[in-house]
């Protein structure tokens, strides 16, 4: 049976230095907890308890990141990373959900009840949970309450002070995998993607129309702080120029940069020098998402979004799996954001299947392990590849295979080192810069050939304001909508007016904001579809404020 005292004392601890002072429910959804940082002190000692509670249920390390991501700065966050770096198993999101808003009086009652419900007998046992944080201003003090409610129930926190969420996720696999994922600290992280990087591209910096040189947005965030330890550690094999990293640029966290900022506004940060044909990148706050983009020679903006790295990354692994003759299964997801050209290149010109999750990389990266080899991006910049452990054998045996020819064995050995370039356990801006540079580098390409793989269909975002976001409800990864009632009539009805037309809503996770999503075969058409969708997600699901215009 558990001991009831350290709970009792976690209790007693939450009531004297961290009340619950605020009234509004708070919901863990795909980002955790995210909400105005003055009132989240509570939530995050309380995250702190549940991830002993956790990690003693699992026997794992846990993780535990305090951050917003892309949110500005009055904002924080805080969100649990399962033992393999995965998300939060969803099965717990209720009980986040339940510990962040019970009152306090029955805090008690509530480690009980999930002690009971999973059977945790092992309360005496010191686990560790490594806790990170990104660079608000509010992080240290919210990092010290997460770290006290780990210590309240005697568990051992582990601070790694500012990282990015992807290092963080990366702690934890190396922790409970012995140390066979890499070594658990920033050096390890480092040296590892770095040596891949520089083992596959040699000597040979430019290739091609390849130009070794990137200009970097960092986000004033803490992809900036960590670049420069990367910068080092590369040399000459890539030159980083930084931008938006508190020293040049605006200096406040995702204020007219980073990834989000560029690509909902479709535009050049903040900072960053407008040169042609230059190859640009954006990270966001935390690191765990990227864009590319370049101006041409008219000045006018091209964005390489994620469904673009996904695309690229899917037609490299083909390649180099094809080389090896090894035979795996390689798919791709994406979400309903996914432009439709995208989906059309990926299945009919790289004849490689598409499946498609809800949004959140949680449900693509399970939707993922589905494949041997499972590439997943959302269109925002956020994804990975992930191999399974029967990939990485049957490669490990090619290298060494006499059946095989050399060339065969030298591009399993290859698609190792590709593999120790990623970080399969959520998706890392800084990872995934090196993945694309090191296609591109292969190819002999630059940015304009990369874009020329397939043309994007115009598209448009929106949001509407209603009184209830639960309201919308969806299915078939979010791509067709069940209530309320006739809307997805109407949304349908409206696509079919235009050429290519396709639109989808969806409830926000986190406020009641419902978004929109459309595109067409034109511009025109594709705001005009968006506006109308619009329109009526505010008629018939309780829109409040100014009804969407519809363009002229």
Same mark, same amino acid.
């Given at each position: 049976?558990?001991?009831?005292n350290?709970?009792?004392?976690a209790?007693a601890?939450a009531?004297?230095?961290?009340?619950?002072?605020?009234?509004?429910?708070?919901?863990?959804?795909t980002?955790?907890?995210?909400?105005?940082?003055?009132?989240?002190?509570h939530?995050?000692?309380?995250?702190?308890?549940?991830?002993v509670l956790?990690?003693?249920?699992?026997k794992?390390?846990?993780?535990?990141?305090?951050?917003?991501?892309?949110?500005?700065?009055p904002?924080?966050?805080?969100?649990?990373?399962?033992?393999?770096? =995965?998300?939060?198993?969803?099965?717990?999101?209720?009980?986040?959900?339940?510990?962040?808003?019970?009152?306090? =009086?029955?805090?008690?009652?509530?480690?009980n009840?999930?002690?009971?419900?999973?059977?945790?007998?092992?309360?005496?046992?010191?686990? =560790?949970?490594?806790?990170?944080?990104?660079?608000?201003p509010?992080?240290?003090?919210?990092?010290?309450?997460?770290?006290?409610?780990?210590?309240?129930?005697?568990?051992?926190?582990?601070?790694?002070?500012?990282?990015?969420?992807?290092?963080?996720?990366?702690?934890?696999?190396?922790?409970?995998?012995?140390r066979?994922?890499?070594?658990?600290?920033?050096?390890?992280?480092?040296?590892?993607?770095?040596?891949?990087?520089?083992?596959?591209?040699?000597?040979?910096?430019?290739?091609?129309?390849?130009?070794?040189?990137?200009?970097?947005?960092?986000?004033n965030?803490?992809g900036?702080?960590?670049?420069?330890?990367?910068?080092?550690?590369?040399?000459?094999?890539?030159?980083?120029?930084?931008?938006?990293d508190?020293?040049?640029?605006?200096?406040?966290?995702?204020?007219?940069?980073?990834?989000?900022?560029?690509k909902?506004?479709?535009?050049?940060?903040?900072?960053?020098?407008?040169?042609?044909?230059?190859?640009?990148?954006?990270?966001?706050?935390?690191?765990?998402?990227?864009?590319?983009?370049?101006?041409?020679?008219?000045?006018?903006?091209h964005?390489?979004?994620?469904?673009?790295?996904?695309?690229?990354?899917?037609?490299?692994?083909?390649?180099?799996?094809?080389?090896?003759?090894?035979?795996?299964?390689?798919?791709?997801?994406?979400t309903?954001?996914?432009?439709?050209?995208?989906?059309?290149y990926?299945?009919?010109e790289?004849?490689?299947?598409?499946?498609?999750?809800?949004t959140?990389?949680?449900?693509?990266?399970?939707?993922?392990?589905?494949?041997?080899?499972?590439?997943y991006?959302?269109?925002?910049?956020?994804?990975?590849?992930?191999?399974?452990?029967?990939?990485?054998?049957?490669?490990?045996?090619?290298?060494?295979?006499?059946?095989?020819?050399?060339?065969?064995?030298q591009?399993?050995?290859?698609?190792?080192?590709?593999?120790?370039?990623?970080n399969?356990?959520?998706?890392?801006?800084?990872?995934?810069?090196?993945?694309?540079?090191?296609?591109?580098?292969?190819?002999?390409?630059?940015?304009?050939?990369?874009?020329?793989?397939?043309?994007?269909?115009?598209?448009?975002?929106?949001?509407?304001?209603v009184?209830d976001?639960?309201?919308?409800?969806?299915?078939d990864?979010?791509?067709?909508?069940?209530?309320?009632?006739?809307?997805?009539?109407?949304?349908?009805?409206?696509?079919a007016?235009?050429?290519?037309?396709?639109?989808?809503?969806?409830?926000?996770?986190?406020?009641?904001?419902?978004?929109?999503?459309?595109?067409?075969?034109?511009?025109a058409?594709?705001?005009?579809?968006a506006?109308?969708?619009?329109?009526?997600?505010?008629?018939?699901?309780?829109?409040?404020?100014?009804?969407?215009?519809?363009?002229?």
């Open positions: 049976m558990a001991n009831n350290s709970y009792r004392t209790y601890f009531r004297e230095m961290y009340p619950k002072k605020t009234k509004s429910h708070l919901q863990y959804g980002a955790g907890f995210r909400t105005k940082a003055t009132d989240l002190e939530v995050m000692y309380r995250m702190g308890l549940l991830a956790r990690a003693r249920y699992k794992s390390v846990i993780g535990v990141m305090v951050t917003a991501s892309h949110n500005p700065e904002d924080n966050g805080v969100k649990l990373v399962d033992p393999h770096g =995965e998300m939060l198993e969803q099965s717990w999101e209720p009980w986040a959900t339940k510990f962040a808003n019970v009152i306090d =009086e029955k805090l008690e009652d509530t480690i009840e999930l002690i009971k419900a999973f059977d945790i007998t092992n309360m005496n046992d010191r686990v =560790e949970i490594v806790v990170g944080k990104d660079t608000r509010s992080s240290p003090h919210l990092a010290k309450a997460v770290c006290d409610g780990v210590l309240a129930l005697s568990g051992k926190p582990i601070d790694y002070g500012i990282v990015t969420t992807p290092q963080l996720h990366y702690f934890v696999v190396c922790k409970n995998t012995n066979a994922y890499g070594q658990p600290n920033e050096e390890g992280y480092y040296a590892k993607l770095t040596n891949a990087f520089k083992k596959i591209r040699g000597t040979e910096y430019t290739k091609g129309n390849y130009h070794n040189r990137v200009v970097y947005d960092g986000a965030g803490v900036a702080k960590k670049i420069k330890y990367l910068k080092e550690a590369l040399g000459d094999s890539l030159k980083v120029d930084m931008y938006n508190e020293i040049i640029g605006s200096g406040k966290l995702n204020y007219m940069c980073g990834a989000d900022y560029v909902s506004h479709q535009t050049f940060p903040n900072g960053l020098p407008k040169d042609k044909n230059v190859r640009c990148c954006s990270v966001d706050g935390d690191a765990d998402r990227i864009v590319y983009y370049y101006t041409d020679d008219d000045g006018l903006f964005l390489m979004d994620g469904d673009r790295i996904a695309t690229l990354a899917a037609a490299y692994l083909k390649e180099l799996l094809q080389q090896t003759g090894i035979e795996l299964n390689l798919g791709l997801v994406q309903a954001y996914a432009n439709g050209a995208s989906t059309d990926i299945s009919s790289l004849n490689v299947p598409v499946a498609f999750a809800s959140g990389v949680k449900h693509l990266h399970h939707q993922a392990l589905n494949y041997d080899i499972g590439v991006f959302e269109a925002n910049g956020h994804g990975t590849v992930i191999f399974s452990q029967n990939t990485k054998e049957k490669l490990r045996a090619g290298t060494r295979c006499n059946s095989f020819t050399e060339d065969q064995r591009a399993c050995s290859k698609f190792l080192t590709l593999i120790d370039l990623i399969e356990t959520v998706g890392d801006a800084i990872s995934d810069m090196l993945l694309v540079e090191t296609i591109l580098h292969e190819k002999g390409w630059d940015i304009s050939q990369w874009e020329a793989c397939y043309t994007d269909l115009p598209n448009r975002l929106m949001k509407v304001t009184k976001r639960n309201v919308i409800t969806t299915t990864a979010e791509r067709i909508c069940l209530t309320p009632q006739d809307l997805q009539d109407e949304i349908d009805s409206l696509a007016k235009y050429p290519k037309g396709r639109s989808f809503v969806r409830p926000s996770g986190t406020e009641d904001i419902v978004r929109v999503y459309a595109e067409a075969g034109t511009t058409d594709a705001d005009k579809l506006a109308e969708v619009a329109l009526k997600v505010f008629e018939l699901a309780g829109g409040i404020g100014a009804p969407p215009e519809i363009p002229q």
